[in-house]
């Protein structure tokens, strides 16, 4: 008999697991009653291989008879076409979440990458939105939402939240999780030109002046990095194991190419390090002689604090108006910037973009 509202409240189970009633009306279709009053819909058919298979499209009360035939029907629909709607349901139920995919992404990054504190963040950035979803459930529109929430206010952390989302889902795409990948070719936000700014000759030459009022291992670390063009991270995570004086070369066990680096080092700054006491297997000791030194964030606000004191006062005594613009808006990283100009003028591009270990 045909399955309708009235016909399915007389179902009555017959047996313990469960009675089943199919449809007249839509071959396939079918209403199993339970002892507990429940009453199930599903979908039942054959695959082109033989196998029997069972789709369940919904309970009595969540959904309606007609609104479960509909769907049997488009599970039928699918099956006739060679399809397995069965397996199909399978393989979503057993999709990711984008919150356990990311942490797997991110597992598997460990060791090919150095620094993972970025990625980590953007990745979580875009889990506090879409954390319980399953990855095939999360579309374009979705990701081009998100970041134009960002770009509305930091264009550059945009893009980088976007490079960032679209390679966890192309591992995924990969692995044949999902289809294809959300976040591709999606259009990027127009960023600010790249910092340009590198420290004149006075602004050098103070800057060094002030550090002679720091202790010897502060004085190392801006060594390294005045005279080297290392970055910070480079230049604090530095072991003496890795210097060889003789030589006058640093191995970068760890730089941001993910290859180890051999990189020269000029007689000054050996000067400055052969004076340092070994108390920890990092040149720039820390406060734990077995981890390297955090940051330099209140040495370099104190160097340039006491730099722009002594020009201030310089400049006073010969009668001069105070120098505008002088060491500001410089940055730590603008001393690599800095030591590669001076290579360039001195060795030409290519020799600077060598020692700074570009790329491109």
Not at 15 to 31: I, K, N, Q, R, V
Not at 80 to 90: H, I, Q, S, T, V
Not at 214 to 235: K, N, Q, V
Not at 338 to 345: E, I, P, Q, T, W
Request: hydrophobic residues 40%; positive net charge.
């Amino acid at each position: 008999r045909k399955l309708t509202a009235a016909s399915v409240k007389t179902l009555a189970c017959r047996h313990p697991g469960g009675t089943l009633y199919g449809d007249s009306a839509l071959p396939g279709f079918a209403a199993v009653a339970y002892e507990s009053g429940a009453i199930h819909f599903r979908a039942r058919f054959t695959t082109r291989d033989g196998q029997r298979r069972k789709v369940d499209v919904g309970r009595l009360g969540v959904v309606t008879v007609e609104e479960a035939r509909e769907a049997a029907r488009r599970i039928l629909s699918q099956a006739n076409l060679g399809e397995d709607p069965a397996a199909l349901r399978e393989k979503v139920r057993a999709t990711p979440t984008f919150g356990s995919w990311r942490t797997t992404y991110l597992s598997r990054l460990l060791g090919r990458r150095i620094r993972l504190s970025d990625t980590t963040r953007y990745l979580s950035l875009a889990a506090e939105r879409w954390g319980d979803r399953r990855l095939h459930t999360i579309t374009r529109a979705d990701v081009e939402a998100l970041y134009q929430k960002i770009g509305e206010e930091h264009a550059t952390s945009a893009n980088r939240f976007l490079a960032a989302v679209s390679a966890c889902f192309a591992m995924a795409v990969r692995e044949a999780l999902i289809p294809t990948n959300p976040a591709a070719n999606l259009s990027k936000f127009k960023e600010n030109p790249a910092r340009a700014r590198v420290l004149t000759p006075e602004e050098m030459s103070r800057l060094v002046t002030a550090l002679q009022d720091e202790d010897e291992h502060t004085r190392a670390a801006f060594a390294l990095l005045i005279g080297s063009g290392l970055r910070l991270s480079e230049a604090l995570r530095a072991r003496w194991e890795d210097l060889d004086s003789e030589a006058g070369t640093l191995r970068l066990t760890r730089p941001k190419s993910g290859r180890p680096e051999v990189i020269p080092v000029p007689q000054t700054t050996l000067a400055v390090l052969s004076r340092l006491a070994h108390d920890s297997e990092f040149i720039v000791a820390g406060i734990d002689p077995k981890k390297p030194r955090v940051d330099l964030k209140r040495a370099w606000k104190r160097v340039l604090t006491e730099a722009k004191k002594e020009e201030a006062l310089s400049r006073k005594k010969k009668g001069e108006s105070a120098g505008k613009g002088f060491l500001e808006n410089v940055h730590i990283h603008d001393l690599r910037r800095s030591f590669g100009l001076a290579v360039a003028r001195q060795s030409g591009l290519h020799v600077a973009s060598r020692l700074l270990r570009h790329r491109d």
